[in-house]
Nanobody, 127 residues
């Protein structure tokens, strides 16, 4: 079992940066692939970024590629999302997700592929 708690959201001006954190409790975090999703008002929850269990491979939605970076620190049981050059269209509730996996090379980009979810943190980017 994993419990995920996001933090670091807030209000930022366009062009600014935020770093989201997702703290995991549970002994299986190091065996988990992780991801970030976001949901804007009136829209479906969408994929943002994903990392393999080892952190060796990452993937990003085209809309954030080159601006966002996912990373993990297994010693701290934490996954991060560094968000730079923020745009108003990045405004959403951001969720971290995790799933156990035996594969060190697999990452996941679909909502249904994840087992554990955090409660979300609001990010608002003003123009």
């Amino acid at each position: 079992q994993l419990q995920l708690v996001e933090s670091g959201g807030g209000l930022v001006q366009a062009g600014g940066s935020l770093r989201l954190s997702c703290a995991a409790s549970g002994r299986t975090f190091s065996s988990s692939a992780v991801g970030w999703f976001r949901q804007a008002p009136g829209k479906e929850r969408e994929f943002v970024a994903a990392s393999t269990r080892t952190g060796s491979t990452t993937d990003y939605a085209d809309s954030v590629k080159g601006r966002f970076t996912i990373s993990r620190d297994d010693a701290k049981n934490t996954v991060y999302l560094q968000m730079d050059s923020l745009k108003p269209e990045d405004t959403a509730v951001y969720y971290c997700a995790a799933r156990n996996t035996f594969s060190g090379s697999s990452y996941y980009t679909k909502r249904h592929e994840y087992t554990y979810w955090g409660q979300g943190t609001q990010v608002t980017v003003s123009s």
